[in-house]
């Protein structure tokens, strides 16, 4: 099978699982971005409730939030950030105490993400969060 018919085949596969519903953390949400002029990973911990879908909702309004709305008047709590994606991690999941990530599926999508990122980072290229 040649390389490239291989990066597609998994890109499609990565585009098919980004389609599946997961319950979300009551331990809260991330939202993660590049700081390209420090070097940085950067992750803003937000708080949230869970509805018994697995649903955010707004603490004040009780209404379904949205993973595309970016203004959604919530404060983040903690701002983590690492020059690696391994750094990033030892300090949240590591250093952290209590961590405020209670699901494995959480934390592996964390670490998925936090590693693209970094690539992101060193090859100079856009970084969307998945």
């Known amino acids: 099978m040649s390389e ?18 997961i319950n979300l953390d ?4 991330f939202i993660i971005y590049l700081d390209r002029e420090e070097g940085l990973i950067c992750a803003k911990h937000y708080n949230n409730l869970v509805d018994d879908e697995g649903f955010a909702l707004h603490p004040e309004t009780g209404e379904r939030l949205s993973a595309k709305c970016q203004d959604n008047d919530q404060v983040a709590t903690t701002i983590y950030s690492g020059r690696t994606a391994k750094e990033l991690c030892v300090q ?10 209670t699901h494995f599926n959480h934390a592996a999508y964390l670490g998925r993400e936090f590693l693209r990122a970094e690539i992101a980072l060193e090859q100079g290229s856009e970084y969307i969060q998945d």
């Open 4 to 21: 490239m018919k291989t990066a597609i085949n998994r890109t499609a596969i990565d585009n098919e699982l980004s389609k599946r519903h």
């Open 26 to 29: 009551p331990g809260g949400y």
């Open 92 to 101: 949240l999941f590591e250093e952290t105490q209590p961590c405020p990530v």
